[in-house]
């Protein structure tokens, strides 16, 4: 069966710090893969997502990156955090063609 | 544009009673439509999901929703709320068979379940 992890599950960092997220989706291939932040009281907002290595579409202009190094791998960078950061950032992975999104723990990101 | 509409931000029932979350897509072709449900702190969980075929599609833990494609409506219903379901419901349109890769989604319902 698939699995998808995230980590850190918690993050408190200062503002202009870098960031480094990661998700790892186990047991497919060649998934789509997606970055998501979520923050407080608010619905889900798609920052990226991938459709193969290297292959990376930014959704919203921001201070965020997000890079594919493997097939598996989805990263979510920053080099510098903003307190605009903050919030709860969610990976997702689909089986192209599949039409289903399947979601991450999460990881919550404090930028104080 | 697709585009995925949750009108109530908010709802409370009691235990016991009926529950339905409204939800209403723009979307150009034939809708993939998913409900999801977040508890606090964690990651969503997929309840269920609507391709094609019979209009009433049936989720886990009691819950249904019926696709009503004149409405562009995705309403998810549970016949008897337990405290449990007290979470967080998004809605959302995937992509369909013109293969887009984007999923969208409403901005949720939080449900608070009354003892």
């Known amino acids: 069966s698939q699995t998808i992890h995230q980590w850190p599950a918690t993050l408190v960092q200062p503002v202009g710090s870098p960031l480094s997220l990661e998700c790892t989706v186990e047991g497919t291939s060649n998934p789509n893969l997606y970055w998501y932040r979520q923050a407080a009281g608010r619905g889900l907002q798609l920052l990226f997502y991938?459709?193969?290595?290297?292959?990376i579409s930014s959704e919203v202009p921001q201070n965020l990156s997000a890079s594919r190094p493997q097939d598996r791998q989805f990263i979510l960078s920053s080099k510098k955090l903003l307190l605009s950061d903050s919030g709860f950032y969610l990976c997702?992975?689909?089986?192209?063609?599949?039409?289903?999104?399947?979601f991450g723990p999460g990881t919550r990101l404090l930028v104080l | 544009a697709q585009s995925v509409t949750q009108p109530d931000i908010h709802i409370t029932v009691s235990e016991g009673a009926s529950l339905e979350l409204r939800c209403n897509y723009s979307?150009?072709?034939?809708?993939?439509l998913f409900w999801y449900v977040q508890s606090p702190g964690q990651g969503l969980q997929l309840l269920l999901k609507y391709f094609s075929g019979d209009t009433l599609v049936q989720g886990i833990k009691g819950f249904e929703a019926e696709f009503k494609r004149s409405q562009s409506s995705f309403n998810l219903r549970k016949p008897s709320v337990h405290w449990s379901d007290a979470a967080e419901y998004f809605c959302a349109v995937g992509p369909g068979r013109n293969n887009f890769n984007k999923f969208y989604f409403g901005s949720g319902t939080k449900l608070n379940v009354k003892p």
């Open positions: 979307y150009g072709a034939t809708p993939y």
């Open positions: 991938s459709v193969g290595i290297g292959q």
């Open positions: 997702a992975w689909s089986i192209r063609g599949s039409g289903t999104q399947y």
